[in-house]
């Protein structure tokens, strides 16, 4: 590495940059201590310039590369996000569910407004009394304790106050019935076990 001299010799508070040709003093300078006087030659401004403009050139060779390396371990890219989503989930499991509902919603055309603090997730489900429980592994079939959103009002869409944390398993025989309807149920699978 070519060493670079200092056209202002020592003693001097002011440092001239080696870009731009202007005289500052050190705090103008990033700290290099290899360097002759402790500070790299050139000024932070400039110095942030050209490093930007580095980072700019190079960016379409950088994310060709990229894409090329991950077309090319598609295997690999799949496990790994794979994992990541996992240890996204266990690390915060509210913005994983928020995250589910504001694309369900998106999907379903349903309204969305929810926040971090919208949601807790209790321990046992409200409905079944069951301890909710993340599996280990993402698997295809959900479990039935897993947590899950319930929209109390279906049509209200996933909105503050409208949402509860319930299992899987009270999710999928809720479903989007109405109260009058579960009611109906109820009474018929009464009557025929009796
Ligand atoms: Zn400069």
């Not at 010799?9 to 290099?32: E, L, M, V, W, Y």
């Not at 310039?49 to 990229?66: C, F």
């Not at 996204?88 to 929810?114: E, H, M, S, T």
């Not at 899987?168 to 009058?180: E, G, P, Q, S, V």
Request: charged share 35%; glycine share 4%; aromatic share 8%.
């Amino acid at each position: 590495m070519k060493k670079v001299r200092f056209p202002i010799p020592p003693g001097s508070r002011k440092f001239q940059c080696i870009t731009c040709g202007r005289k500052k003093t050190c705090k103008f300078f990033h700290r290099d201590r290899t360097r002759r006087y402790g500070i790299h030659p050139e000024c932070k401004e400039c110095r942030s310039q050209r490093q930007s403009a580095y980072s700019r050139r190079t960016r379409p060779a950088r994310n060709a590369y990229d894409r090329a390396w991950w077309a090319s371990n598609k295997e690999y890219a799949r496990e790994m996000h794979r994992k990541m989503r996992l240890r996204r989930r266990r690390r915060d499991p509210v913005a994983y569910l928020i995250k589910r509902a504001k694309a369900a919603a998106k999907w379903k055309g349903l309204a969305f407004n929810l926040r971090h603090c919208d949601l807790t997730i209790p321990e046992r489900c409200p409905v079944l009394g069951m301890k909710l429980v993340w599996p280990r592994k993402l698997v295809r079939r959900r479990p039935a304790n897993l947590p899950s959103i319930d929209r109390v009002n279906p049509r209200r869409g996933y909105v503050r106050g409208n949402v509860r944390v319930i299992s899987f398993r009270a999710n999928l025989l809720k479903r989007n019935a109405t109260l009058d309807e579960l009611k109906a149920l109820v009474r018929y699978v009464e009557e025929a076990s009796t």
